[in-house]
């Protein structure tokens, strides 16, 4: 089946720390993988994707690699900021006649300043 | 609409009561996703809605849970009988046809007491 398995939180960080959030995922075809984010009382936004191998998908300073041969996803950031506190959700989907994703276990992070 | 809206935003039921969630996805998008978010959990989906296929009901944790969508539009998820492990926060995210990006509402926080 599919699933995401991805780092146990919550993270501590402080300001301009890196930051680095790992997936891993289990997949039954070719998956397109994602990061979505949470931030304190908003709902889940799309942060970044990425649809095919060696793939780097980039938003708000944030990146992740899709990398087939360890089957990973993980998340980075070079300097966080107070701002990025949020529960990250790594996630794929497989197209099956319908685009459903299924999501890890989410990882809350808290920046300090 | 412009974004995916949730009703109500909070609600908070006796045990034993029947729920009525209430979901407006964005306008022209075909389909329609729900999910349950419990806390310190993640993202575990329930049902899904494309067009006028059959929805993908194989989340719907037990015969409590049921959910319609009205004229390719509105969706209702309804829970009867409800038990406090009913207790979560349950979203809804709609996507155009065959995409991959899905747009979040704000989630309805459901209180089972």
């Not at chain 1, 709902?43 to 938003?59: F, I, P, V």
């Amino acid at each position: 089946g599919n699933s995401v398995t991805q780092m146990e939180g919550p993270v501590t960080l402080s300001e301009e720390a890196f930051l680095t959030i790992n997936c891993t995922y289990t997949a039954t075809g070719y998956p397109s993988l994602f990061w979505y984010v949470q931030y304190p009382g908003e709902g889940l936004q799309l942060l970044l994707k990425a649809t095919k191998a060696d793939d780097k998908g980039s938003n708000k300073g944030f990146e992740a690699t899709y990398r087939k041969e360890t089957t990973s996803f993980h998340l980075e950031k070079g300097s966080v900021q107070v701002s990025d506190s949020a529960v990250y959700f790594c996630a794929l989907s497989v197209y099956h006649g319908a685009q459903k994703l299924v999501f890890g276990q989410g990882t809350r992070l808290t920046i300090n300043p | 609409g412009a974004g995916v809206s949730q009703s109500p935003s909070n609600k908070v039921t006796e045990k034993g009561k029947d729920v009525e969630l209430r979901c407006d996805p964005i306008s022209g998008h075909t389909a329609l996703y729900w999910y349950r978010q419990s806390l310190g959990q993640g993202l575990e989906f329930l049902i899904y809605f494309q067009g006028n296929s059959a929805p993908d009901k194989s989340g719907l944790p037990s015969d409590r849970f049921s959910a319609e969508r009205t004229g390719g539009s509105v969706s209702t998820l309804t829970i009867q009988r409800t038990q406090q492990e009913d207790s979560a926060v349950y979203l809804c995210a709609s996507s155009s046809f065959g995409g991959q990006v899905y747009t979040f509402g704000s989630g309805t926080r459901l209180t089972v007491v």
